[in-house]
């Protein structure tokens, strides 16, 4: 057994930098440019595997165990899912389905700003809400891309998006997960967050168009904004707390896409923004292809209907393998758990992170029916069936895919591998511990720690598990309410979500522009900077100016 060490140097600030230096690293590669994003992630990995054995003195077959389990945990789920979402997409341009659904959507409009807030927000939220894991940011980012989107734009602004639905993700996920570390009710949890998200629901909308098409063209569309980011926000309030968690996301995107479009039916800007670059400095636009005109014709009834089948289809599966009975039939049968030798329950976790030790699990789930991106290949193939190719044909395409995603696979397996040591050897508890020694600022520092773990994760869910207990034990011994700073664990978290490296990564995927992912980041990071901090700052007042805020009425 080895007891995880969280102040090797018996100094906090040096023990603190010492912990942040593989993340660090891995950013500051990355944000450079010169070097690729495999390269930088695999660089960060032997460098997070440095810093564990030597200076935190985990023993090294501990180390090289956390980061192989972290290698197939990348893959399974997170790459599994992307590689069969752009598998999805791929087949959709292949059958000539995907020109079809651009005639759809601009039926709706052909306003670059409102396709962004139904498809970036609208859409992705019914993803983020079915599935989770990285499945929004794919799908949207590949609709958005063959749009006619600058990369940069449709990457960015889907990264963007991507975040007040977060906490609720993959059916409450990350809240049952958070009750899951701290025994406390997921209810009261999930209706806590109801208390913190919904005001940044309303401000999300407003932020992505903003960053998009600057101040003036955002007051062009603030009516289509306002309806999209209101009959998103009360859902979200209202079914969080007085219905249930689950299925937040799922009910408040159905409700805001429908609105939505129904508003579009009866308003449209005056002037039309038609341009698909960001306004300002779109590097990425000089790399677009000419812009191919669409058929203005609108779409009959029976062609709306084929246009969207295939991701009729791709929801369908998705509600159905995201939902807790379908995972309780399958996965008795169809998993494989292994426990991995000489590192399952060989690490104890210790106080002051947890009250007492507590073995730390190690064990790859391999439920290869239940996985998300089982549910997307299962529906890739039905539609390919459905939309007319053949056998040959949709293997080839699957073929096509690998290749196209293979070294940002590499990358998302690397980063996970980072996440799984750094959680294993307690690296990251280090970087926890500082941020909990903040007194009186807790409340802001606190939602900052979600943000934190979100972003060396890759994961709402993953950042409750890791700093859960460590929001209840600090915020008790302040006279915080445990429940606020739990549950703002969650909401800080989710605008770490948009610069967390294995995000960048699926984005620069699903756009096709692999190579780039350093712009990405530089574009992104203040955006999540500033975000975080207004989440830190509500959370403030609610532990200190209106506490009734966070009196949940259960």
């Known amino acids: 057994m080895w007891d995880q060490v969280y102040n090797p140097f018996n100094n906090t600030t040096l023990s603190t930098i010492a912990a ?8 500051v590669l990355i944000a450079s440019g010169k070097v690729k994003v495999h390269i930088a992630a695999i660089t960060a990995l032997v460098l997070a595997n440095l810093v564990a054995i030597f200076l935190f003195t985990m023993p090294a077959n501990l180390a090289i165990r956390a980061s192989l389990l972290g290698i197939v945990t990348g893959f399974f789920p997170i790459g599994w899912i992307v590689l069969n979402v752009i598998f999805m997409y791929q087949l959709t341009v292949s059958a000539g389905r995907f020109e079809a659904l ?11 700003r409102l396709q962004l807030l139904l498809i970036a927000f609208s859409f992705g939220a019914f993803f983020e809400g079915a599935s989770g894991f990285g499945t929004p940011v794919a799908i949207t980012g590949a609709i958005l891309i063959g749009l006619g989107f600058s990369p940069l734009a ?6 963007i998006a991507n975040t007040a639905p977060v906490a609720y993700g993959a059916l409450g996920t990350p809240i049952q997960g958070l009750a899951s ?26 932020w992505v168009v903003w960053a998009f098409a ?62 698909p670059a960001l306004r300002g400095n779109d590097e990425s636009a000089s790399t677009m292809p000419p812009a191919k005109l669409i058929d203005p014709t609108p779409l009959t009834p029976g062609e709306l209907f084929t246009a969207l089948l295939p991701w009729i289809i791709l929801c369908a599966i998705l509600l159905v393998w995201g939902t807790g009975w379908f995972k309780a039939a399958v996965n008795p049968i169809f998993t494989w758990n292994y426990a991995v030798p000489e590192l399952h329950n060989m690490i104890n976790k210790v106080a002051p992170v947890v009250p007492a030790p507590t073995k730390e699990a190690a064990i790859f789930s391999f439920t290869y029916l239940s996985f998300t991106g089982t549910g997307m290949l299962i529906a890739a193939i039905i539609a390919g069936f459905i939309m007319g190719l053949s056998p040959g044909k ?7 895919t690998i290749k196209l995603c293979a070294y940002s696979l590499i990358t998302i397996s690397a980063m996970l591998a980072i996440g799984t040591l750094t959680r294993l050897s307690g690296v990251d508890a280090t970087l926890g511990l500082a941020f909990a020694a903040t007194g009186v600022l807790y409340p802001f520092f606190g939602t900052l720690l979600g943000w934190l773990g979100v972003a060396l994760t890759g994961s709402d869910t993953s950042s409750n598990i890791l700093f859960g207990n460590l929001q209840k034990i600090t915020s008790q011994q302040l006279g915080l309410s445990p429940i606020l700073m739990g549950a703002a664990n969650s909401s800080g978290g989710v605008m770490g979500k948009m610069i967390d490296a294995q995000s960048i990564v699926v984005a620069s995927t ?6 780039h992912e350093s712009t990405i980041l530089r574009f992104v990071f203040k955006h999540s900077i500033a975000l975080a901090c207004l989440v830190g700052l509500f959370v403030m007042l609610q532990a200190y100016v209106y506490p009734f805020t966070a009196m949940v009425l259960k």
């Open 510 to 515: 699903a756009t096709n522009w692999v190579g």
């Open 20 to 27: 942040a230096v593989p993340v660090v690293t891995l950013l």
């Open 394 to 400: 949709i293997v080839s395409e699957y073929g096509r």
């Open 181 to 206: 570390v701290t025994g406390l009710d997921p209810y009261i949890l999930g209706a806590m967050v109801g208390r913190q998200l919904p005001i940044f629901s309303l401000i999300v909308p407003f």
């Open 102 to 112: 651009k005639r759809a959507v601009g039926g709706v409009t052909t306003d670059r």
């Open 154 to 159: 449709a990457s960015g602004l889907s990264l």
């Open 214 to 275: 600057g101040w003036k063209g955002m007051k062009e569309v603030w009516p289509a904004i306002l309806v999209t980011g209101v009959s998103f926000a009360i859902p979200q309030f209202l079914i969080s707390n007085y219905i249930n968690p689950w299925i937040v996301d799922i009910g408040a995107s159905l409700i805001s896409m429908g609105c939505l479009i129904l508003f579009l039916k009866v308003w449209q800007p005056k002037v039309l923004w038609l341009s």
